[in-house]
């Protein structure tokens, strides 16, 4: 039986309450007072004596109502608690100075591994009370705020947050620890930061070749399979490895690109592999995850991959092989859980060969191999490209312009693209900031010195010729067999040339050149 009762204070009016029960011989279970009420837990009484027990306790002076309640505060209070501590994803546990569990919820139970003997009431194992910092935390009554530590989790590491308890003489009599699993911690990341997804549908292309390539790629996207991507610079090896990410079943996990090329080899090991605390010089404190344990559960794109050296490349097919990761100053290795694909536009095979990458290192990476042809072998997309640029640099810039001369556009694509899509993405932003009207002109387009440029055809030294037609025979023979070198089809030639593609196989007939 549960009571509520308001009253008006005054000296003894507990004591009136517990000598009305006494004599009735109704034990009390608990009581709680606060101010201006007592909440009263006794053992049932006689429905038939309710009503007197009531009038009897109403009596007493001071007293203002008898109310029946369902259940007492405190344990409303820890209901509502056990409600919120489940509810959380953050594990909580509390512990005493003696290191006796007094609160624990289902999250850190999960991540603790802890089993149904260690629930409140139990010791804290002394290699969490030491690794969670509790054992510190007690000892110097500081708190610590998001270190990361190693503990025997599914993921190895989590961030823990530790508050001293004290009592009122300012003495630590316990710990609360906030555990976050580090997987929780970059999915809110990634969240917050992560731009929109790229798929397959944002990689414009009217080519065949092209509409070859992303047939392979999304076949590709839906096994797990380490993809090896080989191309030049600028053909879009990133966009398509991001691509890839968006249409497999990783897509909700974590996308983590990062260009070997780009950090010097004593850095790119800590930042793929992490590091610990103390570590090296100038070490993050609590240490730092690797790019491998970030992937972790996602994809991790390993840029220009053939420029890594072969002191990472032996700890690299390690992690391919086994699945595990070691931060450079541990002893402890973490499980992961993540795809590869790696990019070059190198020849691996030439530098297996000349023994400076590593063989099997290669048959790892190479399982799922994607080619992307560079602009210069996809004629047709190059107008297309063209006008994108076009419209999006000219938002981007607030200007009006709006086309290309018919002189520009054969000026583009009458031109060998060394750096293909990047250059092309160039050269129309500088065209577009040079144009005044709605029309790129010819005169706007600045290509590089390589072939394609401005600069004269090259020339036969000619020596005994008698007439003009054999003269300009020859230079037309030079013509064909220099725009063959670029284009390796008769209709792109032609396209070029301002011919049919008929009339180009009969000229390289004649010439005797060779057809590709």
């Given at each position: 039986m549960y009571l509520r009762i308001p009253y008006i204070d005054r000296v003894g009016i507990v004591h009136d309450i517990t000598l009305i029960l006494a004599k009735r011989e109704t034990n009390i279970i608990s009581m709680e007072v606060q101010e201006g009420i007592v909440f009263l837990e006794c053992q049932d009484v006689l429905q038939d004596q309710r009503i007197e027990f009531v009038e009897e306790l109403s009596s007493i002076s001071g007293v203002q109502e008898i109310v029946e309640i369902s259940f007492m505060p405190s344990k409303g209070?820890?209901?509502?608690?056990?409600?919120?501590?489940?509810?959380?994803q953050d594990g909580i546990l509390a512990v005493n100075q003696d290191s006796i569990i007094t609160q624990c919820n289902p999250a850190a139970v999960r991540m603790l591994k802890l089993s149904a003997q260690q629930v409140p009431g139990q010791p804290l194992g002394s290699t969490l009370f030491k690794n969670l910092l509790i054992q510190e935390t007690l000892q110097t009554g500081c708190q610590h705020n998001n270190r990361e530590v190693f503990i025997a989790s599914d993921h190895g590491y989590c961030v823990v947050n530790t508050i001293p308890l004290r009592n009122k003489c300012d003495d630590v009599i316990g710990v609360i620890a906030v555990i976050r699993d580090t997987h929780d911690v970059r999915n809110l990341m990634r969240s917050m930061t992560t731009s929109l997804p790229m798929t397959f549908a944002d990689i414009p292309f009217v080519s065949p070749v092209m509409e070859e390539v992303l047939g392979q790629a999304r076949r590709y996207a839906a096994s797990d399979s380490t993809i090896l991507i080989n191309g030049e610079t600028g053909t879009g090896k990133e966009l398509f490895a991001r691509a890839l990410h968006s249409a497999s079943r990783r897509a909700k996990a974590a996308f983590v690109p990062i260009n070997c090329a780009a950090i010097p080899d004593t850095l790119l090991e800590s930042e793929l592999f992490g590091y610990t605390e103390g570590a090296f010089t100038g070490a993050v404190k609590g240490g730092k995850p690797g790019l491998f344990e970030l992937a972790n559960g996602g994809t991790l794109f390993l840029d220009e991959v053939g420029d890594v050296s072969a002191?990472?490349?032996?700890k690299l097919l390690r992690v391919l092989q086994e699945q595990r990761v070691r931060r450079v100053g541990s002893n402890k290795e973490v499980a992961i859980d993540v795809r590869i694909i790696a990019a070059t536009n190198r020849n691996l095979e030439d530098m297996v060969s000349d023994k400076t990458?590593?063989?099997?290192l290669f048959y790892r990476l190479n399982v799922i191999p994607l080619l992307i042809p560079p602009l210069r072998e996809r004629f047709e997309d190059i107008r297309l490209l063209s006008e994108i640029f076009l419209k999006r640099f000219a938002e981007k810039l607030q200007r009006s312009v709006m086309r290309f001369s018919p002189l520009a556009l054969q000026r583009l694509e009458g031109y060998n693209w060394p750096g293909n899509v990047r250059e092309l993405k160039n050269i129309i932003e500088r065209a577009v900031n040079l144009v005044d009207g709605e029309?790129?002109?010819?005169?706007?387009?600045?290509?590089?010195?390589?072939?394609?440029s401005t600069a004269a055809p090259t020339l036969v030294q000619f020596e005994t010729y008698q007439t003009l037609e054999e003269r300009l025979g020859e230079i037309e023979r030079v013509i064909l067999q220099q725009t063959s070198l670029r284009f390796r089809s008769s209709r792109r030639m032609g396209a070029v040339l301002g011919l049919s593609h008929t009339a180009v196989l009969k000229k390289m007939r004649k010439y005797e050149l060779p057809l590709s």
């Amino acid at each position: 039986m549960y009571l509520r009762i308001p009253y008006i204070d005054r000296v003894g009016i507990v004591h009136d309450i517990t000598l009305i029960l006494a004599k009735r011989e109704t034990n009390i279970i608990s009581m709680e007072v606060q101010e201006g009420i007592v909440f009263l837990e006794c053992q049932d009484v006689l429905q038939d004596q309710r009503i007197e027990f009531v009038e009897e306790l109403s009596s007493i002076s001071g007293v203002q109502e008898i109310v029946e309640i369902s259940f007492m505060p405190s344990k409303g209070r820890a209901e509502q608690l056990e409600a919120i501590l489940t509810s959380v994803q953050d594990g909580i546990l509390a512990v005493n100075q003696d290191s006796i569990i007094t609160q624990c919820n289902p999250a850190a139970v999960r991540m603790l591994k802890l089993s149904a003997q260690q629930v409140p009431g139990q010791p804290l194992g002394s290699t969490l009370f030491k690794n969670l910092l509790i054992q510190e935390t007690l000892q110097t009554g500081c708190q610590h705020n998001n270190r990361e530590v190693f503990i025997a989790s599914d993921h190895g590491y989590c961030v823990v947050n530790t508050i001293p308890l004290r009592n009122k003489c300012d003495d630590v009599i316990g710990v609360i620890a906030v555990i976050r699993d580090t997987h929780d911690v970059r999915n809110l990341m990634r969240s917050m930061t992560t731009s929109l997804p790229m798929t397959f549908a944002d990689i414009p292309f009217v080519s065949p070749v092209m509409e070859e390539v992303l047939g392979q790629a999304r076949r590709y996207a839906a096994s797990d399979s380490t993809i090896l991507i080989n191309g030049e610079t600028g053909t879009g090896k990133e966009l398509f490895a991001r691509a890839l990410h968006s249409a497999s079943r990783r897509a909700k996990a974590a996308f983590v690109p990062i260009n070997c090329a780009a950090i010097p080899d004593t850095l790119l090991e800590s930042e793929l592999f992490g590091y610990t605390e103390g570590a090296f010089t100038g070490a993050v404190k609590g240490g730092k995850p690797g790019l491998f344990e970030l992937a972790n559960g996602g994809t991790l794109f390993l840029d220009e991959v053939g420029d890594v050296s072969a002191h990472l490349q032996v700890k690299l097919l390690r992690v391919l092989q086994e699945q595990r990761v070691r931060r450079v100053g541990s002893n402890k290795e973490v499980a992961i859980d993540v795809r590869i694909i790696a990019a070059t536009n190198r020849n691996l095979e030439d530098m297996v060969s000349d023994k400076t990458f590593r063989e099997d290192l290669f048959y790892r990476l190479n399982v799922i191999p994607l080619l992307i042809p560079p602009l210069r072998e996809r004629f047709e997309d190059i107008r297309l490209l063209s006008e994108i640029f076009l419209k999006r640099f000219a938002e981007k810039l607030q200007r009006s312009v709006m086309r290309f001369s018919p002189l520009a556009l054969q000026r583009l694509e009458g031109y060998n693209w060394p750096g293909n899509v990047r250059e092309l993405k160039n050269i129309i932003e500088r065209a577009v900031n040079l144009v005044d009207g709605e029309e790129v002109q010819s005169e706007h387009i600045f290509l590089g010195r390589l072939s394609g440029s401005t600069a004269a055809p090259t020339l036969v030294q000619f020596e005994t010729y008698q007439t003009l037609e054999e003269r300009l025979g020859e230079i037309e023979r030079v013509i064909l067999q220099q725009t063959s070198l670029r284009f390796r089809s008769s209709r792109r030639m032609g396209a070029v040339l301002g011919l049919s593609h008929t009339a180009v196989l009969k000229k390289m007939r004649k010439y005797e050149l060779p057809l590709s």
